[in-house]
C-alpha cells in the first residue's frame, strides 16, 4: 500500500482526533484524500501521507533536511533510547493509548516508543514546524502519522489524546492540557548541565554561556502548570564510532554559532562518546 493510501486509511479512522485550524471546527469527512470541515476548508494529503496544518507561512531554523537526516542517524543508533524507555514506563500498559508527539522531528523516538509499546496497538500521531523533518518521517508512517503543525495551535479536537510526549520542544501548556483528556498524562524531557557536555567544551572551549545550561526557568513553568508533577533524572554515556561523531555535531543547534575553524578541527579529532543527561517530567492533566 503507498503512503498516502496508508494515511488516508488512518484519516478515516481517526478523523475525530483533528480539527481544523482555520476555523476550529472538527473535520466531518475524508473525501478525496483531504481532511474537510463544515466550513469546506481542506487540507489534502501530500504524497508522502502527511498533512500540512499550518494555514500561514512559516519559517524555521530547524527546516534543515540535512540536520534531521544526522539526527536520524544517531537516534537510530540508539542516542535516545533510554529517554524513549523511562517514557514508556511512564504510560499504563493495560489498555490502548492515543499518542501526540509535540516536535517529534524525523520520527524516531515516537517509532520507539511505538514498537516497545506493540501490544497495545496505539494511536501515535506527530507534529513538526518543520517540513524537512516530517517529510523524513514518513519512512515510519506504516505505524504513525506525521503532519507538519504549530503546537500553540494545535490541529486537534479537545481531548483528543490521553499521552502528550515532548522532547526538548517548547511548550504551549495550555493547548497540551486542551487537547490532554482529564487525568491524561504529559511527558516533558528538558536537558540538564550535562548535556552533551563534552561537545559543548570542544566547541566552546573558552565560552562560559554555552558551557552551563541552566533549566530552572523550563522547570518552574511545567511547575506552575502541573503542581503534582514527579520528575526522574536520566543519565548515561553514549559511545558511537568516530564516523558518526560528524553527525552528532550536524543535529545539535550547539554547532550553529561555532567557527567553521573550531568545527573542522573538532571533526579532525572526533569525539567517541558523549554525555546524555536529562530530566523526565511527568505530570497527569
Known amino acids: 500500500m503507498k503512503k498516502i493510501e496508508q494515511a488516508a486509511q488512518f484519516l478515516e479512522q481517526n478523523r475525530q482526533l483533528f480539527q481544523c485550524p482555520v476555523c476550529g471546527q472538527p473535520f466531518t469527512a475524508v473525501a478525496d484524500r483531504a481532511l474537510v470541515c463544515p466550513q469546506r476548508h481542506s ?64 520520527g524516531t523516538p515516537l517509532a520507539k516508543l511505538h514498537s516497545l509499546r506493540a501490544k497495545q496497538n496505539d494511536v501515535t500521531v506527530g507534529i513538526d514546524i518543520s517540513k524537512s523533518a516530517v517529510n523524513l518521517a514518513t519512512s515510519y508512517g506504516d505505524q504513525n502519522f506525521f503532519c507538519v503543525a504549530d503546537l500553540a495551535a494545535l490541529p486537534f479536537t479537545d481531548q483528543a489524546f490521553n499521552v502528550l510526549m515532548d522532547i526538548f520542544s517548547p511548550a504551549a501548556y495550555q493547548e497540551f492540557k486542551r487537547v490532554l483528556v482529564p487525568g491524561g498524562q504529559i511527558c516533558k524531557v528538558i536537558p540538564n548541565g550535562g548535556y552533551l557536555q563534552e561537545l559543548r567544551q570542544l566547541l566552546y572551549a573558552e565560552d562560559n554561556v554555552h558551557h552551563n545550561y541552566d533549566n530552572s526557568a523550563v522547570l518552574d513553568l511545567f511547575a506552575q502548570h502541573f503542581p503534582n508533577f514527579t520528575q526522574q533524572r536520566i543519565k548515561y554515556q553514549f559511545a558511537f564510532a568516530p564516523e558518526d561523531f560528524a553527525s552528532l555535531l550536524m543535529m545539535t543547534p550547539l554547532n550553529w554559532g561555532a567557527s567553521e575553524e573550531i568545527k573542522q578541527q573538532a571533526l579532525a579529532h572526533p569525539l567517541q562518546q558523549i554525555t546524555v543527561d536529562v530530566t523526565l517530567l511527568s505530570a497527569a492533566n
Open 43 to 106: 487540507f489534502d494529503l501530500s504524497r508522502k501521507g502527511t498533512l500540512f496544518m499550518i494555514p500561514h507561512k512559516i519559517k524555521s531554523e530547524y527546516d534543515s533536511a540535512q540536520m534531521w537526516q544526522a539526527r536520524r542517524r544517531m537516534l537510530t543508533l540508539g542516542l535516545f533510547d533510554p529517554i524513549v524507555e523511562a517514557i514508556a514506563a511512564q504510560i499504563p500498559n493495560s489498555a490502548q493509548a492515543r499518542i501526540l508527539d509535540i516536535g517529534s522531528g524525523e
